[in-house]
């Protein structure tokens, strides 16, 4: 049985940083990966960084890149998201999602929530201005 269970989320003011982590039980491929979404309200949900779990290939957003990172712990089955110079806007629900069944060599689609089969139950980051 897969379980994703975030934990990090908070309320943070603007500028300053928070890091969240993903703990992943069960069994995980070297070709799954883990995304980190996040929706916030009247919004849809967008995928803002993920991992490959092995050779550590990743992909950030436009709007988090150079400021938010993410990075995985293999020894822990744990995928953390660093997020740095956090602004207003990214107050949202923050969720872990792992692509277990990727298969190796295919075309890689982080972005599409359709991609992942299972989920966790998010946590909340509030940024205050």
């Known amino acids: 049985q897969v379980q994703l269970v975030e934990s990090g989320g908070g309320l943070v003011q603007a500028g300053g940083s928070l890091s969240l982590s993903c703990a992943v039980s069960?069994?995980?491929?070297?070709?799954?990966?883990v995304g980190w979404f996040r929706q916030a309200p009247g919004k849809e949900r967008e995928c803002v960084a993920a991992?490959?779990?092995?050779?550590?290939?990743?992909y950030h957003t436009d709007s988090v890149r150079g400021r938010f990172t993410i990075s995985r712990d293999n020894a822990k089955n744990t995928v953390h998201l660093q997020m740095n110079s956090v602004k207003p806007e990214d107050t949202a629900v923050y969720y872990c999602a792992l692509d277990l069944d990727r298969i190796p060599g295919s075309v890689w689609r982080p972005r599409f929530p359709n991609e992942y089969d299972f989920w966790g139950q998010g946590t909340q980051v509030t940024v205050s201005s």
């Open positions: 991992i490959i779990w092995s050779g550590g290939t990743t």
């Open positions: 069960g069994r995980i491929f070297s070709s799954s990966a």
